[in-house]
């Protein structure tokens, strides 16, 4: 065709998201769907993010995907899975008698480019942001705009989530095709503004074993999770809506932080156990509820996932103290300046009281640093060709 032009290219981002009514366990391993719902709150981009770039030409010979500069292994079983989806989608939307915008052919090749502006070894969900954006750019480059909850989950389950802002729930489904396992808003990023989230991350240790893994042991070996997937967690999933709905810190930063507690309960009565909280872990949450007495309210409350960093949910009044607050019982080890990333916060002076209160000896150096962040939106195209990471001849652009 003449109208076909040699090669299109789409960027997008997309971010990250902590759950606070967390996902532990499928019902089956292959379609990626859990045994409960989850809840989630999507970081803001300008602090974390993944860029993606898919480019398809008539010239590829083949699927390619480029990971942070490093090309990687394209037959991956769940990047196969989100591709395979996306291509039936498409070709379904096409039978189904779509004009299509772009007039290229679903054989051609894809090449793929993707980034974080933050660590990936830093352990901050990097496969949910990683999979939502691939989802979300295959679905432009196609000419998909049906629902991506599928495809994304497909390569990872918390990766449905992120296709939106805000606060997003994970809906289990009923069905064994997965079809009513999607993701949807429960509200809007700019729903509570006031919302601050603190990601507390501690030194690098291994995991002791990867989410994949851990969530297939437990739902083999714990009564306890079972009894969380089917007694607890429909009730919390209400519960925490609510609390959202009507901007109810208190009662919101308490359901998260047992949510929380839960879910590493549930990891411990694995069998056999697994941990994934450090001593610095254990010691940030020792430092949340100290505060928290001090001032005889839920100010701030803390989240862990499949590994030691904290993340911290506090309103933007309480910031600055709780910041000091970690400052001083885990003192920056030489990187001071650099300790803090994200959002400027204000250095406050603790008062000698909280001080007491905290009663912690210093830890110099277990805490690497902060990302000061907020509620933010789903993913984004960029309109920018500069923003590319593939060049015309559709390779990874040198690094400037």
Not at 2 to 29: L, Q
Not at 249 to 262: E, H, I, V, W, Y
Request: with cysteine; charged share 20%; hydrophobic share 40%.
């Amino acid at each position: 065709m003449a109208s076909e032009k040699p090669i299109v290219v789409v960027t997008c981002t997309a971010p990250v998201n902590i759950a606070v009514v967390k996902y532990w366990g499928k019902r089956d391993e292959e379609l990626i769907l859990p045994i409960n719902s989850s809840l989630s709150v999507t970081l803001h981009q300008d602090q974390l993010k993944t860029t993606t770039t898919a480019a398809i030409s008539r010239d590829f010979t083949e699927d390619r995907i480029w990971l942070n500069g490093r090309e990687e292994d394209m037959g991956h079983p769940r990047l196969q899975a989100c591709l395979t989806e996306i291509r039936r989608l498409a070709r379904k939307r096409r039978s189904d008698g779509h004009e299509d915008p772009l007039p290229l052919s679903l054989s051609y090749k894809v090449h793929v480019a993707s980034e974080n502006n933050f660590p990936t070894a830093a352990g901050l969900a990097s496969s949910a942001a990683g999979y939502a954006c691939l989802a979300y750019t295959l679905a432009r480059v196609y000419g998909v705009d049906s629902d991506l909850s599928e495809v994304a989950r497909r390569g990872s389950g918390s990766a449905c989530r992120s296709l939106y802002g805000g606060f997003v729930e994970w809906q289990m489904g009923e069905r064994p095709d997965g079809k009513d396992s999607v993701a949807r808003q429960v509200a809007p990023e700019s729903h509570w503004p006031e919302l601050r989230v603190l990601i507390l991350v501690v030194s690098a240790e291994r995991k002791p074993m990867g989410s994949t893994a851990g969530m297939q042991t437990s739902v083999e070996t714990s009564a306890l999770l079972k009894f969380r997937a089917e007694a607890l967690v429909p009730p919390r999933m209400a519960e925490m809506t609510r609390c959202i709905r009507e901007r109810n810190f208190q009662a919101f930063g308490q359901l998260t932080m047992k949510d929380s507690n839960q879910f590493h309960a549930t990891c411990l009565d694995t069998f056999p156990p697994i941990s994934y909280l450090s001593d610095t872990s254990r010691r940030i949450i020792q430092l949340v509820h100290r505060f928290n007495a001090h001032h005889g309210q839920t100010k701030v409350a803390y989240t862990f996932d499949a590994g030691p960093n904290a993340v911290v949910f506090t309103l933007d009044d309480t910031v600055a103290e709780f910041v000091a607050a970690v400052s001083h019982s885990f003192p920056p080890e030489s990187n001071g300046d650099k300790f803090l990333k994200g959002l400027p916060v204000e250095p406050v002076l603790l008062s000698d009281e909280l001080k007491a209160a905290l009663g912690m000896d210093p830890v110099p150096g277990s805490i690497r640093y902060i990302i000061a962040t907020q509620v933010g939106p789903g993913p984004q195209v960029l309109d920018d060709p500069g923003a590319h990471l593939l060049g015309p001849d559709g390779l990874p652009k040198p690094a400037a």
